[in-house]
């Protein structure tokens, strides 16, 4: 996976009008998830920016409140691609990769952006986009091969996660899909659903003719 290099600040007035202020400076508010698990009370000291969202059983969460600019996130947000985004905090370097974005219901500008801090040796689930390979047969006895997952959700850490999933149709007949229990990779757990369709090869009316026509 290609990694995103992205500079933040820290944020800790996280009142409305703050929260305004910083849009009108063309700055997007970002929450940094997926830290530390701890104690409550909780006796260490926070970072600037840090803060601890309870989580029940007497147990909270530590989150990072940043602030990114609008234009260093653009080639991340506006692209097919996935990225492994590498965080420089003042100077710290912490790896993420994006969780959710949400968009103005009008102008469809940047309000907000979660972000889900990533370790090397811990599994995250990401969707990743689908890229179709080969001629299948069912397309060479005059079939049409369609996508209808454009993205499938996979779990693994995210060293291992790749740019693309590469799927192979070559054996693909006439009429037949691919579901995701169809495909296995190594390395990389496929979370949605089994059964799901991927891909088929759809008869036409041409291939139907030729089908009758043969009979």
Known sequence: MKVFQLSAEPRTNLGKKATKALR?????????NGGALVELPYSGTLKEGEKIVEIGNGKGLITTDLTVSNDAVRKLIYTPDIFAI????????????LKDIQFHPVKDNILHIDLLEVKEDKPVVLEVP???EGHAEGVKAGGKLTL?????????????IPERLVINVDNLGLGKTLQVGDIHIEG??????KNAVVC???LTRAARGAAAAAK
């Open 188 to 193: 990389l757990e496929l979370v949605n659903a």
């Open 148 to 160: 209808s997952m454009k993205k499938l959700k996979v779990r693994a850490p995210y060293t291992a």
């Open 86 to 97: 590498e965080l420089d905090v003042k100077g710290e370097k912490r790896m993420a990769v």
């Open 200 to 202: 088929a090869v759809q």
């Open 24 to 32: 009108e400076q063309n700055l997007i508010p970002v929450v940094l």
């Open 130 to 132: 689908v890229k179709l």
